[in-house]
């Protein structure tokens, strides 16, 4: 059964630009999470989806936004890339979005902002 | 607003040494609870989790971890770590919410000498 997958796994943009990561979740997960990983702040949650819907946000920027499609997939975006940016950007996913189901992190898109 | 500590930021150990890893939390409704484990150049993996029950939950690869209510923490053991456990160990809590909405420690940088 294939995990979580990410694309692209690494990157380089330049400040100002946007840029759009996405997510394939375990087949059969229903819920999508997005994290921000740094040395400085760790990891921090970024939003979830469940069935196409957002269902928290986390206290980043209106410049962060996310969506989920039918089959699950979601992407996320930055727009107006700023240098504090640069991060690995983490994706999981679990069945439900209810409390007792394991959440399955993919290895992540690291994102350079220059 | 919820937050994690965990109490050490690099431990470093001799195989076949002991280990024990302080994670506490602030937040005084139900939780859930977790151990993802790091590998160098490797996505999160989840070691072990609490959601009720026995206080007292085994994980993958001889972890352990006691959730101890009265004191908000949930400490990870192992009682003989060896070299393949050097890794970033991160406690993390559900409180409330939705399933994906996890909130992280810094994380643990555990150093294994053979």
């Known amino acids: 059964k294939a995990g979580v997958t990410q694309t692209p796994r690494y990157l380089i943009k330049t400040r100002g630009q946007q840029v759009t990561l996405s997510c394939s979740p375990i087949?059969?997960?229903?819920?999508v999470s997005w994290y921000q990983q740094t040395p400085g702040q760790g990891l921090q949650f970024l939003f979830e989806?469940?069935?196409?819907?957002?269902?928290n946000k986390g206290n980043f920027p209106g410049r962060f936004s996310g969506r989920q499609f039918s089959n699950s997939r979601s992407e996320m975006n930055v727009s107006t890339l700023e240098l504090g940016d640069s991060a690995l950007y983490l994706c999981?996913?679990?069945?439900?979005?209810?409390?007792?189901?394991?959440?399955?992190f993919g290895e992540g898109s690291w994102l350079t902002v220059v | 607003a919820q937050s994690v500590s965990q109490h050490n930021h690099h431990v470093i150990l001799s195989e076949a040494a002991s280990l024990e890893l302080g994670c506490n939390y602030s937040y005084g409704g139900t939780v859930n609870l977790f151990w993802y484990v790091q590998y160098p150049g490797q996505h999160l993996q989840l070691l072990l989790k609490y959601f009720s029950g026995d206080p007292l939950v085994k994980g993958i690869k001889g972890f352990e971890a006691e959730f101890i209510k009265s004191k908000f923490s949930f400490n990870l053991r192992k009682p003989s770590v060896q070299w393949s456990d050097t890794a970033e160990y991160f406690c993390a809590v559900n409180a409330g919410g939705s399933q994906g909405n996890l909130i992280f420690g810094k994380g643990t940088k555990l150093s294994v000498k053979p």
């Open positions: 999981a996913s679990s069945i439900g979005s209810v409390s007792g189901n394991t959440i399955y």
């Open positions: 087949s059969g997960h229903r819920s």
């Open positions: 989806y469940f069935s196409e819907t957002q269902r």
